[in-house]
């Protein structure tokens, strides 16, 4: 559930900043890399840290969310989202393909996460909270969305500058 959260929130927060500036919506690139900024930096960055926190300092809890047992693994699994999540937040700064390549390794990594949540679903009948339902729904579709936003933002740019 956590993932919609953070989706939501990024989506609406992104939309108040374009409602009160217009520099952000004066074009359809300008609107695509204001919800791209607070995705990456929201979702990604945010989120990150958080799921790092928990698979480093909550394993027990954060396993038994995924119906798996708790192992050596989940210190590896928090530094792996930890890794993401510092370059979602380092977006702030860091412009360009900088924001391409934190939105390959993000879709690298959730949509990975999504196969293996599959593998759980079909050879398990594993349907955890944070195994399947919405949460693998969100898993999917917000990596794609925010890797699409990428490539247009990076096209358009492109194209700004020729």
């Not at 708790?70 to 999540?85: F, I, N």
């Not at 909270?129 to 999917?140: D, H, M, P, Q, Y």
């Amino acid at each position: 559930m956590f993932q919609v959260i953070f989706a939501i929130l990024a989506v609406v927060a992104a939309s108040i900043h374009l409602a009160f500036s217009s520099d952000s919506r004066s074009t359809k690139s300008a609107i695509a890399k204001t919800y791209l900024l607070y995705l990456l930096f929201i979702y990604v960055g945010l989120m990150g840290l958080l799921t790092a926190y928990a698979h480093v300092f909550r394993p027990l809890e954060t396993s038994a969310s995924i119906g798996w047992a708790t192992s050596p693994y989940e210190y590896e699994v928090g530094m792996a989202d930890l890794t993401v999540g510092v370059l979602g937040i380092l977006c702030l700064w860091f412009r360009g393909n900088f924001w391409l390549a934190t939105a390959i390794a993000n879709a690298v990594w959730l949509l990975g996460d999504a196969i293996g949540h599959i593998r759980q679903i079909t050879l398990n009948n594993n349907h955890a909270a944070n195994n399947s339902g919405i949460f693998l729904i969100t898993e999917i579709i917000t990596p794609l969305v925010i890797l699409l936003l990428a490539l247009y933002v990076r096209a358009t740019s492109e194209r700004e500058h020729r």
